[in-house]
């Protein structure tokens, strides 16, 4: 499978303000990526420089092994796209809308605008202009699913969006890559992104200051721990373990964090015998907070 997206040191920037430093990034055909950040991060001012909606003040970016600029009709027609201020004519009802946008894309069935504003519970008879932020958001969704398109850039895509219809909006994601279709969504919330991408992309300041899958991540976050043994503790094995901090003591109890994987704690455990074990599911927030809050410089620092 080939790159569907592919960034080289693609840079931005706004008068004396960086907007993007020289990003490299590539996303795989049938790829969920997710792209994280903080707001001001860079992240709407890469996607926009993906579709050439505003251009480069260094390196390129390619979709699908064209340059945007010189196959700008070609590209456009496999992408399906979400802005972060997705507008309309407020005057228009959502289905008159929505049946235009279909126009543009070439042949979208009705049943299809209908079942996906079935199933995100949106009004297609009320005008734009009636529909608070969620719905409207919902309208620019239905937009950018309806032609099942190749590649699905979508900027913010849960923005004001309730709970229950960001579900919705996870099974079309998931729907999307069961079908082959690509996703790049911007995204500051980490449990969707977690819920549904296959690799996740952190920006900072207009650089990327992590790419892995979220496995990995998964594997470095920190999990915590609560042991309660029977009998004698080594107390300097487990002062021992890799990556272990915030380590306690109380009675025959321990408490304590790790950043790594078990195995070298349920190694250390077998020469116990242990009456309680309680293990908290990895917390991935807590990992991208360190790194949205660290500079990148600091982060490396530390991984070293
Ligand atoms: N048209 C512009 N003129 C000047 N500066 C801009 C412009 N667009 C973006 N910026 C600046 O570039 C940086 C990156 O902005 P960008 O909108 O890409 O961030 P973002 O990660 O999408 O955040 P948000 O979620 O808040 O939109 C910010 O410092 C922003 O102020």
């Not at 001001?40 to 909606?53: E, N, P, Q």
């Not at 969620?134 to 979508?154: C, S």
């Not at 996703?183 to 990327?208: C, K, N, P, W, Y």
Request: negative net charge; proline residues 4%.
């Amino acid at each position: 499978m080939g790159d569907v997206i592919r960034l080289e040191k693609l840079s931005k920037t706004y008068g004396s303000r960086r907007g993007l430093a020289e990003l490299d990034l590539t996303v795989a055909e049938g790829e969920v990526f997710g792209y994280l950040g903080p707001n001001g991060a860079g992240k709407s001012t890469t996607i926009r420089l993906l579709l050439d909606l505003i251009r480069p003040t260094g390196g390129r970016a390619w979709l699908f092994d064209r340059d945007p600029r010189e196959h700008a009709v070609e590209v456009h027609r496999r992408v399906g796209y979400l802005a972060g201020d997705f507008v309309v004519d407020p005057r228009q009802m959502v289905g008159e809308c929505l049946a235009f946008l279909a126009g543009l894309r070439g042949s979208v069935p009705k049943s299809r605008i209908e079942e996906l504003a079935v199933r995100l519970d949106l009004d297609l008879s009320v005008r734009i202009k009636a529909l608070s932020k969620g719905n409207r958001q919902k309208v620019g969704l239905v937009q950018a699913f309806m032609h099942q398109p190749d590649l699905l850039i979508l900027d913010e895509p849960t923005s004001g969006l309730d709970p229950l219809v960001q579900q919705t909006f996870l099974d079309l994601v998931r729907e999307a890559k069961a079908a082959g279709q690509t996703v790049f969504m911007s995204s500051h919330i980490m449990t969707e992104v977690e819920a549904v991408a296959d690799r996740v992309g952190i920006i900072r300041e207009g650089q990327l200051v992590a790419l892995d899958t979220v496995a990995r991540l998964r594997s470095q976050a920190v999990h915590r721990f609560e042991i309660t043994f029977l009998g004698p503790v080594d107390q300097a094995a487990i002062a021992a373990l890799p990556e272990v901090s915030d380590l306690s003591f109380d009675g025959a109890t321990a408490r304590f964090q790790l950043a790594a994987s078990p195995d070298a704690l349920i190694q250390v455990l077998a020469q116990h015998r242990v009456a309680a074990l309680r293990a908290s599911e990895p917390n991935l927030e807590e990992l991208f907070f360190s790194y949205y809050q660290a500079s990148p410089q600091a982060k490396e620092a530390t991984r070293a």
